[in-house]
């Protein structure tokens, strides 16, 4: 039984598993988003989220360079760590946890398992720019308007006007 035991262990070893894990690290951090099974990525959420919580810059230049030391420990790949305390921890910064996202994809048609995209919240464009445009005025409807009138005093109240409408003779 594996009562309290709250690590899956996505039915490896535990050598399987921390490669499987780190390599899934790396790969995460180098392109910033990749598809792999929901237990993964659930798995690889608990793994990479204290890892980047290492790179933000805080505390003496002994600690960073402690902090790079551990985390090389872990994922076993210079580019990755490079890339990690270069590139997406100055973007997290400001970030206090929650630096991944998972989102669900269906089902693998061969073997019916889940699968899911997990992405670095802070390099997803799309919905970065979702924001912006919520600053932008609301674009124009194809149905006619009457433009407003800037000139009119503001004691005057708008008198709505109905166009002329020609009747044609009767035959």
Known sequence: MRHGDKINNLGRKKAHRVALLQNLASQL???????T?????????TYVEPLIT??????????????????FAE????TAVKE?????????????????????????????????????????EIYGRTIEKAAEPAKKTRR???PKK?????AEAPV????????KPAE
């Open 37 to 45: 099974t929901l237990a993964k990525a659930k798995a690889l959420r």
């Open 160 to 167: 709505a006007e109905t166009p002329a409408v020609e009747e």
């Open 150 to 154: 800037a000139e009119a005093a503001p």
């Open 54 to 71: 290492k790179t933000k810059k805080n505390g003496s230049a002994l600690e960073i360079s402690h902090n790079h030391r551990l985390v």
């Open 29 to 35: 951090i180098t392109h910033k988003r990749i598809v």
């Open 84 to 124: 990690l305390f270069t590139v997406v921890g100055p973007k997290v910064a400001g970030r206090p946890g929650g630096y991944t996202r998972i989102i669900k994809l269906g089902i693998r048609p061969g073997d019916n398992a889940e699968k899911a995209m997990i992405e670095l919240v802070d390099f997803n």
């Open 75 to 78: 994922l076993q790949d210079k």
């Open 144 to 146: 006619g308007r009457a």
